[in-house]
């Protein structure tokens, strides 16, 4: 009996969980739609600066990077990782890739192939790395300029619910299904996905990632740490190599509470 690489919870005849396999299938998802958004970063077909900034802070004393060239590190890196596990499962695991040679075709073809993946020992690696990539990658593009994924239509057809996914940007009150032009809310999508994900418990990493993907706030993994040593965010858990887990719903409980304080909607 294998346990998760990742959660360590029992996973049967695999080394990654059905929850994990999930997150690895969605980060997967997420990597080819950030190679096509960081294409048209690079092409300047859209705008990732405010319109008085024009760099972006490492953190560090370096010198900060230009929007577009922290794009471009990010590009080079979802492309690198990525190649490098598709190499490695024709490798280690006979696949054979018929996938297209773009970025974003290389992640299609990880995602279809994420059942064989799983049953190797190195799938935790595989998890990390991607989730790293798919994490620079986000922070490469300005929020305001992303499309987000907004869950499926579900929206009542003659065949059943409608399967498409929806994507909006965040100044769109009103998302419309490319497929059954249904038309849904962005408030009650946003009331939906908050409720699909307030359970997930996540790293300060990963949690840092929905805040800035659901809130548009981008936060330091610092920041998380702090509130956890001030008691105002529980750890819920550990991961395999010991890092805190925290309830991604007690921290948009805390953000909103710092909201209403401040006079933010």
């Known amino acids: 009996m294998n346990r998760c690489v990742n959660c360590s919870i029992v996973a049967l005849d695999a080394f990654l969980c059905t929850n994990c396999t999930a997150v690895l299938r969605a ?64 490798e280690s695991r006979g696949l054979v890739y018929d996938g297209d040679t773009t970025t974003a075709g290389i992640a299609r073809w990880l995602r279809g192939n994420v059942d064989s993946l799983r049953q190797s020992a190195t799938v935790g690696e595989l998890m990390d790395g991607v989730a790293s990539v798919v994490r620079d990658s986000v922070r490469a593009i300005d929020a305001r300029a992303m499309k987000i994924f907004q869950g499926p239509c579900h929206a009542p057809t003659a065949f059943g619910k409608c399967q498409a996914e929806l994507w909006s940007h965040r100044s769109e009150p009103i998302i419309l299904c490319v497929e059954c032009g249904a038309s849904h809310t962005w408030t009650g999508r946003q009331q939906w996905l908050d409720a699909i994900i307030e359970n997930r418990l996540l790293t300060a990493a990963e949690l840092i990632d929905a805040i800035y993907l659901r809130r548009g706030i981008m936060l330091q993994e610092k920041r998380i740490h702090e509130w956890a040593y001030r008691n105002r965010l529980r750890v819920r858990g550990k991961t395999f190599d010991r890092r805190p887990l925290y309830r991604a719903g007690d921290a948009f409980k805390l953000i909103r509470k710092q909201e209403r304080a401040s006079g933010r909607r």
Do not use: C, K, M
């Open 27 to 90: 980060d997967l998802t997420s990597a080819e739609w950030l190679a096509n958004e960081l294409d048209v970063t690079l092409t300047r077909q859209s705008r990732t600066a405010a319109p008085n900034v024009g760099y972006v802070h490492t953190g560090s004393d370096e010198t900060p990077l230009p929007f577009d060239e922290r794009a471009s590190i990010a590009a080079a890196l979802l492309r690198n990782t990525l190649s490098t596990w598709a190499r490695d499962a024709t």
